[in-house]
């Protein structure tokens, strides 16, 4: 397996030390107290205060976004927490969001969070999508009010070209498995351009969360807060919707139409979008493999993910990419049974 990137992370520098000496230079009173929350793209840590309060910590890894990109994300969250919808968003200090700091000659950049106490929503519960369907048609109104001018929007190229390609040249893909997966990642891309061709012009993208799967909502006093908008681009709705979908095909039929009923109490939906809920997960698929392939340089990922380099993992890819070839050409999800 070739190295991914070419790159060194200095997060091997972020001990406890450094992590509560950034925090301090805010102006708080940390106790002591570090906890390494599990994220792995960036590094999160909940502080602890002499106050008895707590914080979370982010510090950012370098080289993925810009600062303006990062700015726009936290633009993003505090317009929406201003008018009361339930996002997470940054601290201002001393008039701003993003952070900075040097530790051991490493510049980092950081935000600082309210922490927020929660649990997973229940998916098999009606009245919790209903909440969730309403926030995010709340969401939406205003991420539609204008687009990201320097986060991208989400894509065939960046998700799923770019990722087979990335793997591919890589030779991160077991040797036995290669021509399969490169005549499978060629078919699913065709296939996947002319899913997003169908609705060219039927659709708006603009500002969406992104990542809004269920462990990113967190769940308090019948509220749903959404968390971690780290991966926020222009995309069309749906993005926000499909992972909150789980079982069988008559299970999300029934989670959509409740989730969408809710939503449009405050945002109309287009049902011309449901056919991108396939290709999406497709993408999502094929970006996540990619995903980890990128970031093996960085120890965290093999100690975390040791199963990556197993044979099994490619060959149970495969099979997952080759059911979402057959999933593309199915019948998408209706809205009319439910409405």
Request: overall charge negative; some cysteine; charged content about 25%.
């Amino acid at each position: 397996m070739a190295d991914a990137e070419q790159q060194t992370y200095p997060f091997q520098y972020l001990g406890p030390d450094a992590v509560l000496d950034a925090v301090e230079s805010l102006g708080y009173e940390a106790n002591g107290q570090v906890f390494a929350l599990n994220s792995y793209e960036n590094r999160v840590y909940q502080i602890g205060l002499e106050d008895r309060s707590k914080l979370v910590c982010k510090f950012y890894r370098p080289d993925r976004w810009s600062e303006a990109q990062i700015l726009e994300e936290h633009q993003f969250s505090q317009e929406l927490a201003e008018i009361d919808i339930p996002v997470v968003a940054p601290l201002t200090i001393n008039g701003q969001t993003l952070q900075q700091c040097e530790i051991e000659g490493e510049h980092f950049r950081f935000a600082v969070f309210p922490y927020q106490p929660g649990r997973a929503p229940e998916f098999d519960q009606e009245d919790h999508l209903e909440v969730i369907g309403r926030f995010l048609g709340r969401v939406h109104r205003v991420g539609a009010q204008s687009r990201f001018q320097h986060r991208p929007t989400f894509s065939v190229k960046s998700f799923a070209d770019e990722s087979a390609s990335f793997l591919l040249e890589n030779d991160f893909i077991p040797m036995s498995l290669v021509q399969a997966y490169e005549s499978l990642s060629r078919d699913l891309i065709e296939r996947l351009n002319l899913r997003f061709n169908d609705v060219s012009g039927q659709i708006a993208t603009f500002r969406v969360h992104g990542d809004c799967h269920p462990g990113n909502v967190l769940w308090q006093e019948n509220t749903p807060f959404f968390v971690d908008l780290d991966d926020a681009r222009n995309g069309p709705a749906i993005q926000d919707l499909w992972m909150l979908l789980s079982g069988d095909e008559m299970q999300m039929q029934r989670q959509l139409g409740i989730i969408v009923e809710a939503y449009e109490q405050f945002n109309e939906f287009n049902a011309a979008e449901l056919v991108l809920v396939e290709p999406l997960r497709t993408m999502r698929i094929m970006h996540y493999a990619a995903w980890l392939a990128r970031r093996w340089v960085d120890p965290a990922f093999p100690r975390n993910f040791p199963w990556f380099e197993s044979e099994r993992f490619w060959s149970d890819h495969v099979l997952a990419l080759r059911e979402q070839l057959a999933a593309l050409d199915a019948p998408p999800l209706r809205l009319s049974v439910y409405r």
